[in-house]
C-alpha cells in the first residue's frame, strides 16, 4: 500500500528531517561530493514541473516496487518508467570495484494535483563476483548521468500528467560499455527484468 500524499509532509517543509531519517542512493556532484536522488530531482521538479504547474513533486526510495502495477494502482493514477543508467559498485567486503553500463531503474509515479505529485524509486542491485559474499550491493551515479534518467522522467510526468506535447529528444548521449554483467549476480536479471546483452545505451 502506499500513503496518500495529501496526509504526508511535502519535501520543501522539513527537508533536512527528510534527508536525514531517508535512505538514499547517492549521487556524484562536481568536486567528488555526494548528494542524493531526492535531491537532483527536486532540483528538476522545481524548474520542470513545479515552475509550470504549480505542484511540488517528491522522490523517496522505495526497493519493494515492481516493474508492474495493479489495476487499484492504476485506478488511483500511478503510472510507471522503467529506465536504466551507467553505475559503479564497490564491494563493502573485500572493496572489488566495477562498473555497470545498465544499472536497471523503476519509477513509479502520479500526480494528486491538489496534494502534488510523488515518485516512487527502485534502483536493482548485484553482487560482487570476487567473493563470497551474498550482499546485494546498490550502485552509485555520476550527476550528469542521473540529470538524464530524471529529465527523461519530467518529460514522462509532463506528457502523461499534465498532457503537455514534448518534442522527442534530439541529444544523444556519450554511448558507454561495459563487459555484459553475469546473471547470477544482477538482482534485475534474477527477477527477468535486464536485457544483459545490451549493455550498452
Given at each position: 500500500m502506499y500513503t496518500d500524499i495529501a496526509n504526508t509532509v511535502p519535501l520543501k517543509e522539513h527537508r533536512d528531517s527528510f534527508l536525514h531519517n531517508?535512505?538514499?542512493?547517492?549521487?556524484?556532484?562536481?568536486?567528488?561530493?555526494y548528494s542524493n536522488?531526492?535531491?537532483?530531482?527536486q532540483n528538476i521538479q522545481e524548474t520542470?514541473?513545479?515552475q509550470h504547474h504549480g505542484h511540488n513533486w517528491t522522490l523517496k526510495i522505495k526497493n519493494d516496487i515492481t516493474d508492474d502495477l495493479t489495476s487499484n494502482q492504476r485506478q488511483n493514477g500511478?503510472?510507471?518508467?522503467?529506465?536504466?543508467?551507467?553505475?559503479?559498485?564497490k564491494c563493502s567486503n573485500c572493496h572489488h570495484a566495477w562498473n555497470s553500463a545498465r544499472v536497471s531503474l523503476t519509477f513509479h509515479y502520479r500526480c494528486t494535483y491538489s496534494a502534488g505529485g510523488e515518485v516512487y524509486l527502485r534502483t536493482y542491485r548485484q553482487k560482487c563476483k570476487n567473493c563470497s559474499s551474498?550482499?546485494?550491493l546498490t550502485a552509485k551515479f555520476e550527476q550528469n548521468e542521473m540529470d538524464q534518467v530524471l529529465m527523461r522522467l519530467a518529460n514522462k510526468i509532463r506528457k502523461n500528467c499534465y498532457n503537455e506535447a514534448i518534442s522527442p529528444n534530439t541529444h544523444v548521449s556519450t554511448s558507454k560499455k561495459t563487459k555484459p554483467h553475469e546473471a547470477s549476480?544482477?538482482?534485475?536479471?534474477?527477477?527477468?527484468?535486464?536485457?544483459?546483452?545490451?549493455?550498452i545505451y
Open positions: 531517508s535512505s538514499f542512493v547517492t549521487v556524484r556532484m562536481p568536486g567528488g561530493q536522488w531526492a535531491d537532483v530531482f520542470e514541473l513545479e500511478w503510472k510507471i518508467y522503467l529506465s536504466s543508467s551507467y553505475g559503479r559498485f551474498d550482499k546485494m549476480l544482477c538482482e534485475a536479471c534474477m527477477l527477468g527484468k535486464c536485457s544483459r546483452n545490451a549493455d
